[in-house]
């Protein structure tokens, strides 16, 4: 079976320090993998998703990027952190379907405070 | 583009009471939808999705919900309500028509609250 793992589960940066979130996945091979964030305990904001090893998206100009280094592996990152960075960050993953009908997998998710 | 709305921040029921979690989409094609929950600072658990055929979709732990083309909606349902389905439902939409595995767009999140 399939399983997503994301860590860590919470943490605190200051200000202008840099941040990595990774994410991996297991049991299936070549998967699509996305970046949420979620502000507040509300909305999903789609950050980033890949299709494959270097391939990156984003959806909105931000102070944070995205790598995918190797097939199963997802890396949220930012050279400075500014204190609107502060959510609960999501990963997940799908496999590739026909047309978009497969559903998406989420991971625990990170608790990220910046102060 | 493709965007869901949940017209309800918050739902209230009582236990044992039917449950309906509200969901409208806009697409310019046809829809992929999907319903999510989520527990307290944990990730989000797939219920349920309409990808064609049966307008009636049964999913998790005894939700179901209903695609209604006509209305644009794709409301959750639960005919007996439990205290442990106290959470943060989320209504996700996917639009064939750009051919897209990418772009998974989700409401706002609707808060239910079950009583006992």
């Known amino acids: 079976s399939q399983t997503i793992h994301q860590w860590p589960a919470t943490l605190v940066q200051p200000v202008g320090s840099p941040l990595s979130l990774e994410c991996t996945v297991e049991?299936?091979?070549?998967?699509?993998l996305y970046w949420y964030r979620q502000a507040a305990g509300r909305g999903l904001q789609l950050l980033f998703y890949s299709v494959g090893i270097g391939q990156i998206s984003s959806e909105v100009p931000q102070n944070l990027s995205a790598s995918r280094p190797q097939d199963r592996q997802f890396i949220l990152s930012s050279k400075k952190l500014l204190l609107s960075d502060s959510g609960f960050y999501l990963c997940?993953?799908?496999?590739?379907?026909?047309?978009?009908?497969?559903?998406?997998?989420f991971g625990q998710g990170t608790r990220l405070t910046v102060v | 583009a493709q965007s869901v709305a949940q017209p309800e921040d918050q739902v209230n029921v009582a236990e044992g009471n039917p449950l309906t979690v509200k969901c409208t989409y806009s697409v310019s094609g046809n829809p992929y939808l999907f319903w999510y929950v989520q527990y307290p600072n944990r990730g989000l658990q797939f219920l349920l999705k309409y990808i064609t055929g049966d307008n009636l979709v049964k999913g998790s732990y005894g939700f179901e919900a209903e695609f209604n083309k006509s209305q644009t909606s794709f409301h959750l349902k639960k005919p007996s309500a439990l205290v442990s389905d106290s959470a943060l439902y989320f209504c996700?939409?996917?639009?064939?028509?750009?051919?897209?595995?990418?772009?998974?767009?989700f409401g706002a999140g609707t808060r239910l609250t079950v009583k006992p």
């Open positions: 997940a993953w799908s496999q590739v379907g026909v047309r978009g009908n497969t559903e998406a997998f």
């Open positions: 996700a939409v996917r639009d064939i028509l750009f051919n897209n595995n990418n772009d998974m767009r």
């Open positions: 049991g299936t091979s070549n998967p699509n």
